[in-house]
Nanobody, 121 residues
Framework: QVQLVESGGALVQPGGSLKLSCAAS????????MGWYRQAPGKQREWVAS???????NYAGSVKGRFTISRDNAENTVYLQMNSLKPEDTAVYYC???????????????WGQGTQVTVSS
């Protein structure tokens, strides 16, 4: 079965950094584009970043220049390095396999439990 396990979330101060991890199993990871999503309180889940099979990266405008997505195919893991964190980055962060559609990047699998990131003084 497909399993996605996010980890690394924490309480951090504005301007701080955090690195999230997503360990995947049950998929051919090296042949799968991956992405990170987040859901803040009272808001819909939104796409944050994606990385293609070949390593091409894309970011939402709200995180561009601050976040970096990466993948380690040998470890079947996708990462999200978050720098210069802002209170508005507070959310539950999720990873998922992604595909490109006519409307944009879309998740293809089931959602895991996510990991909580809280940015506050």
């Amino acid at each position: 079965q497909v399993q996605l396990v996010e980890s690394g979330g924490a309480l951090v101060q504005p301007g701080g950094s955090l690195k999230l991890s997503c360990a995947a199993s049950g998929i051919i990871f090296s042949s799968t584009a991956m992405g990170w999503y987040r859901q803040a309180p009272g808001k819909q889940r939104e796409w944050v970043a994606s990385i293609s099979i070949s390593g091409i990266k894309n970011y939402a405008g709200s995180v561009k220049g601050r976040f970096t997505i990466s993948r380690d195919n040998a470890e079947n893991t996708v990462y999200l390095q978050m720098n210069s964190l802002k209170p508005e980055d507070t959310a539950v962060y999720y990873c998922n396999a992604v595909k490109y559609t006519a409307s944009g990047t879309a998740p293809t699998g089931s959602w895991g439990q996510g990991t909580q990131v809280t940015v506050s003084s």
